[in-house]
């Protein structure tokens, strides 16, 4: 599981993806490099159309079909770009594993929790019976705290609430215990008391498994809760990284202030918010009952 | 569940009633008077006026539409004494020209119907699946083009055209097929098959295309949808993500609608069967508008009207067993 | 697709597709408004398929509109006969190839009567033009006042609309008309079709155009006329109809197709176009009987038929592509 050949969990240098438009090519991200200790918690932070999310997806080797990566991509030291397309593979989902934005969209109407977190295992673990599956795909609902895992694991994703659909795609993406988990803006679509409890969980996966993060935001105030770096991006390019007290309190780059004072003092609100839910153990979120929501 | 299946049951019998209200007003209103038409040659004010009575016609319009909805279920007797006549139960009317109940001449042309209407469904459901996913695979490639440009062109072909230029090339130029005759199965299926070639593909080329252009949309869209991205993210083959995240959700659409217009089709193939002379009940109802004959022109509409309103329902109820989101908030 | 469920297929008013997604060419509307007419037309301008399909329109409209001139000049009317064009000892088929074609007849002449084709095509592009036109006008007028009506008052006027809707979609419409058509006196046979193709065609272009005035209602420029004051009929056709302008235009011009189709098809089942008067639908229905003998008498008016539903298609397709496109989907 952890073949590590060097320090570094991921070491992205150079990475540039590239649209080939009517009126000439386009850098959606220009010579990026980001760095991550096995365990570590990256954040990158932008506006939307700053090329976040694009960095992301092209780590990961999904950019879309009509753009081209190019630079390099180390996960472990084994290089992702230029990887054949089966190799990669291999690597989604379960070495890295991915949490999107919206979780409704991203979950599939059609089919049961259960069964989308069973492929997911099962992709990567050939010659796993379905039994088996089925009782990992329980254990990863109960990990992110869904209350009744083994009854919900046949419920649609329409039958949960958005917050619990997020825990959803978190387990799901937890399935194959991933050394690194990529979250693009996974509390955006959600009401800031849920906010609160995701990036909770999401804290106390990297604490309790060691997963590296990287946390893709445009909120300052959510990646100051959970991480250590922050990686400043806007147009594609990064104007400024370091440790996210120096961003915090030194911030370097008029961009970055930008951000910086649209900021309201949501960090305080979460700060009360966790002390009233020790843990993060009950939440009001989960008591929700969760028949027939929206469809 | 049974509650949403009645509450559909329900309105499908209103609109049914409705269909039987509106069609049975148009023809009290406009049609000549049938007793004209049955009295024939010889007639005399006062003939017409016994017929009138001997069928109800002199009643107010309430109480015959009353007669005739009961005749739909209780079956009704037309006329009494010796001229009397029995129409038994589904009465949908009785045609005096033919001196049968428009139920049974449906239900003899019934089975001819829909085997043009079946063969003529697996046809257009695999040219039309096929061509589209083809298309949208192919997404702005020559092969994309030249579907779409196809499906343009056999939209726009009137299929008794193309029941013409086909009889014409292929039976009379390279006599590929026989000439049309019909032949019961059991005779001959070789021949009976034959027959239904083209009758097949004239039917089915207007809705493959119809059909390729709407699976090409939907798959198109899926591709477009996160869940397939979060499939990809997960690692799984591309053939898995295909067949299990873009095609059920891209090809849910097309049952529905397959399910309305098999339905339509079940009553008759009016311009098909008609070219090419195949005794079902759309030739019937053809052959009756030059006939005048109003009660089976009646009879195949409301059989239409039920097809269509069945259709609606078996379409909604299939649907809850394929669509979670459905099943889940009926 | 489903709007009349029999097997006249040819080109639906409403196409597959946007049929379930009304909201398709709802963000369509702002764009062309943005963009204005002209930049629709710099786009088409460039599409060979939509300027060939305009071409064969224009063309047929004008035949339509100089059909006596035209046939002043080949010299026959549609409904003289001339024995000396047909060869009675073969059963009256045309004398000379391709269905009696000559410097007399230019498109040959019927078989059986010697009726010259020309002046009849001619003058069925007359009927074929105008019934299909005036249909799609009064289902355009019908469709989008009640469905600005259904979408704008909503509550119980839109309950009402919206059932009237789902029941003349329900309804058997092809059939239907048939038998209406059947038992009318053939009197005025044109503005019956043109009503009776009406009445089932609206709620097609009505649903949408509710979809759409539904979501317009809410935007901000009709709140604040509303609260200036301005009336529910002001607001209606001074802040909402001009939005939904280059919805009305696609969504008509792929319907006129569907109407020709439909009017040939009623006229080849003989219950169109009264005879002696010349229709398209109803030359190739008369053709069946010689289709084997006399090729060129269904050819002629079916390619003319044919081309004619294409180019409307193929027009209404490209328009769709291009003012979808303005909108950027």
């Keep these: 599981m952890t073949a590590t050949t060097s320090d570094a969990l991921l070491e992205v240098r150079d990475l540039t993806v590239t649209f080939q438009t009517p009126r000439g090519p386009l850098d959606a991200v220009r010579s990026l490099d980001l760095d991550l200790e096995p365990g570590g918690a990256l954040g990158i932070v932008g506006e939307s159309g700053s090329g976040k999310s694009m960095t992301s997806l092209a780590i990961m080797g999904l950019q879309p079909r009509a753009a081209r990566r190019t630079g390099s991509v180390r996960l472990l030291g084994r290089e992702l770009v230029g990887m054949s397309e089966p190799d990669l593979r291999r690597v989604r989902g379960d070495r890295v594993a991915m949490v999107f934005q919206d979780p409704l969209s991203s979950l599939n109407p059609y089919y049961t929790v259960g069964l989308q977190i069973e492929e997911a295992y099962r992709a990567h673990r050939p010659g796993v019976t379905r039994r088996e599956a089925r009782r990992v795909a329980v254990e990863a609902l109960e990990r992110v705290h869904i209350r009744d895992a083994a009854r919900r694991v046949n419920h649609y994703p329409h039958q949960f609430s958005g917050g619990m659909r997020q825990r959803v795609m978190i387990a799901m993406a937890l399935s194959t215990e991933p050394e690194l988990l990529i979250a693009d803006e996974p509390t955006t679509a959600l009401d800031v008391t849920v906010q609160a409890q995701i990036l909770d969980l999401l804290q106390e996966i990297r604490r309790e498994t060691g997963t590296g993060l990287v946390l893709i935001t445009h909120d300052l105030a959510v990646v100051s809760e959970i991480t250590d770096h922050i990686v400043v991006m806007k147009d594609g390019v990064c104007v400024e990284r370091g440790p996210v007290e120096r961003i915090f309190t030194r911030p370097q780059h008029p961009y970055t202030r930008a951000l910086l004072d649209a900021v309201p003092r949501i960090d305080d609100e979460i700060g009360e918010l966790r002390a009233v839910t020790p843990g993060s153990a009950v939440v009001p979120d989960q008591v929700v009952p969760t028949n027939g929501g929206p469809a | 569940m049974p509650r949403f299946l009645l509450s559909r049951v329900t309105s499908g019998l209103g609109v049914l009633l409705l269909v039987c209200l509106f069609t049975y007003l148009v023809f009290f209103a406009l049609s000549p008077d049938p007793a004209v038409q049955i009295c024939g040659k010889n007639c005399t004010p006062e003939l017409i006026d016994q017929i009138r009575g001997n069928l109800g016609l002199d009643q107010p319009f309430w109480t015959q539409f009353v007669q005739f909805v009961v005749g739909i279920f209780a079956g009704r007797t037309y006329g009494e004494g010796v001229s009397a006549v029995d129409c038994a139960a589904p009465c949908l009317g009785y045609s005096f020209q033919s001196s049968q109940a428009v139920w049974d001449m449906i239900v003899q042309r019934l089975p001819v119907s829909a085997t043009v209407a079946v063969g003529a469904a697996v046809l257009w459901l695999l040219a039309g699946l096929a061509g589209g996913l083809l298309s949208a695979v192919k997404e702005g490639t020559f092969a994309d083009r030249f579907i779409t440009g196809l499906t343009l062109t056999s939209m726009s072909i009137p299929n008794y055209v193309l029941a013409l230029v086909l009889q014409y090339v292929l039976v009379v130029k390279l006599q590929w097929l026989p000439f049309p005759q019909a032949v019961p199965f059991a005779d001959d299926p070789v021949q009976w098959f034959l027959n239904f070639v083209m009758p097949w593909m004239v039917l089915a080329i207007g809705y493959a295309a119809a059909y390729t252009r709407l699976t090409r949309a939907n798959v198109l869209d899926v591709l477009r949808e996160n869940y397939v991205r979060t499939a990809f993210a997960k690692g799984l083959p591309p053939s898995l993500v295909w067949r299990r995240h873009a095609l059920r959700p891209a090809l849910t659409p097309v049952v529905t609608i397959f399910g309305m217009d098999f339905a339509g089709l079940l009553g008759g193939a009016l311009i098909t069967e008609t070219v090419f002379g195949i005794n079902g009940v759309g030739k019937m109802a053809a052959d009756s508008i030059a006939r005048n004959d109003q009660p089976v022109i009646m009879g195949v509409t409301l059989l239409a009207g039920f097809l269509v309103v069945v259709g609606n329902i078996v379409v909604d109820v299939v649907y809850t067993t394929i669509d979670p989101r459905v099943r889940v908030n009926a | ?329």
């Design chain 3, 1 to 329: 697709m489903t709007s009349f469920p029999t097997d006249l297929t040819t080109a639906q008013p409403v196409e597959a597709g946007t049929d379930d997604t009304p909201e398709a060419p709802a963000a369509a509307a702002a764009g062309a408004l943005r963009s204005g007419a002209g930049g629709t037309w710099q786009a088409l301008r460039h599409d060979v398929g939509a300027m060939l399909g305009l071409g064969y329109i224009v063309l047929v409209t004008l035949v339509a509109i100089l059909a006596p001139v035209l046939t002043s000049i080949s010299g026959w009317t549609p409904y003289e006969f001339d024995q000396t064009a047909i060869d009675p000892n073969l059963g009256g088929m045309p004398i000379g190839p391709w269905g009696g074609v000559s410097a007399e007849h230019w498109f040959g002449v019927e078989p059986g009567s010697g009726r010259d084709i020309f002046a009849r095509i001619v003058y069925g592009a007359r009927v074929s033009m105008s019934i299909a036109l005036s249909a799609t006008l009064l289902t355009t007028v019908l469709g989008v006042s009640l469905g600005l009506m259904a979408g704008y008052f909503g509550g119980r006027v839109d309950l009402v609309i919206s059932r009237v809707m789902d029941f003349l979609m329900a309804f058997p419409a092809l059939i239907f008309m048939i038998a209406v058509l059947s038992a009318l006196p053939a009197g005025n046979r044109s503005a019956l079709l043109v009503v009776v193709i009406s009445v089932f065609g609206w709620p097609y272009l009505a649903r949408i155009v509710r979809g759409q005035t539904m979501s317009l209602a809410q935007r901000e420029f009709v709140e604040a006329a509303r609260a200036a004051g301005a009336s529910g009929t002001r607001i209606v056709f001074r802040e909402i109809l001009p939005n939904l302008r280059s919805t009305i235009i696609v969504m008509s011009t792929l319907a006129v197709p569907g109407y020709i189709g439909t009017e040939a098809g009623l006229s080849f089942l003989g219950v169109g176009v009264v005879p002696p008067a010349p229709s398209w639908g109803q030359m190739i229905s008369a053709s069946v009987k010689w289709y084997a003998v006399d090729p060129a008498y269904f050819v002629v008016p079916g390619v003319c038929l044919f081309l004619l539903v294409l180019s409307f298609t193929v027009l209404g397709d490209r328009l769709r592509a291009v003012v979808d496109a303005q909108e950027g989907r």
